[in-house]
């Protein structure tokens, strides 16, 4: 399929309703995000039942938007897309070089692109087979990253900022996946907040793992510490009892 076909094909595919709705919106996002590259990747994604449509966006980052989508099963799915024109790319760099897993990183912005969204599907493999509860990875094409979906019909999953949760047990649960992320996928996350864990019911799902560098990594004890700093700040404001030492000594065990 030619380019032209494959991206009229893929924009009939993307949120049609809303698109009615509110065309100046959508094609503000769709001109920042889905460039001729990204929707051709998205076309084969579509192409082997990955993808069927493209829904509501869940979210916006710095780097890349998250959008629910539909699978060829009718089953929800997240789509994460990384932008190519408007990522940090020094902080992505940052986060890469050092890192055994990525060794010979390009200066080239798309390919830094494409590697940090391999990245992230490695991490969240890491951190799901130790028993750390991630989105499932899906599948990774070049700044797409397809993985599961966190809510329900009306909504995803709010974030721990915004949900209603025990305290108590949101701290076990954060402390538990650093610990687990340490001592056994050998990661730190780096960017532990209540900004990057979801309300999922009764349960947690650790989020934006990308960042994510193997124990390794030159910064990954300053970032560990970063975490603990981050972690003891937020549940401390909770009522609960703790200190970055006494994270510390619960993660490295």
């Known amino acids: 399929m030619k380019t032209e076909e494959a991206i009229e094909f893929v924009e009939s595919r993307i949120a049609p309703k809303k698109r009615r709705e509110d065309d100046s919106e959508y094609r503000k996002t769709f001109s920042e995000v889905f460039d001729d590259s990204t929707v ?11 993808i069927d449509i493209v829904d509501f966006p869940i979210s916006t980052g710095k780097e890349g938007n998250v959008f629910r989508g539909i699978d060829k099963k009718g089953d929800n799915i997240a789509i994460k897309i990384y932008r190519t024109s408007t990522s940090n790319f020094r902080k992505m760099a940052l986060y890469i070089e050092g890192d055994p897993r990525f060794k010979g990183i390009t200066k080239d912005r798309r390919r830094l692109v494409h ?22 990875p ?72 990308a960042q994510a560098v193997h124990l390794k990594h030159p910064s990954a004890e300053e970032l560990l510490i970063r975490d603990a700093k981050n972690v003891a700040r937020y549940f401390g404001k909770l009522g609960i009892k703790t200190d970055k030492e006494k994270i510390l000594k619960e993660v490295k065990g």
């Open 138 to 209: 899906i599948v990774q094409r070049e700044n797409i990253l397809v993985m599961e979906y966190i809510g329900t019909e009306e909504r995803p999953a709010p974030m721990l900022k915004d949900g209603d949760f025990d305290p108590e047990k949101a701290y076990e649960f954060t402390v538990d996946a650093m610990r687990k992320a340490y001592k056994e996928a050998r990661l730190v996350h780096g960017d532990v907040s209540e900004y990057n864990i979801l309300v999922d019911g009764d349960d947690f799902v650790l989020i934006d793992v």
């Open 40 to 50: 051709m990747a998205i076309y084969g994604l579509m192409s082997r039942g990955y």
């Open 115 to 136: 590697r940090w969204a391999a990245k992230e599907y490695n991490n969240l493999e890491r951190m799901r087979g130790v028993g750390i509860r991630v989105p499932a």
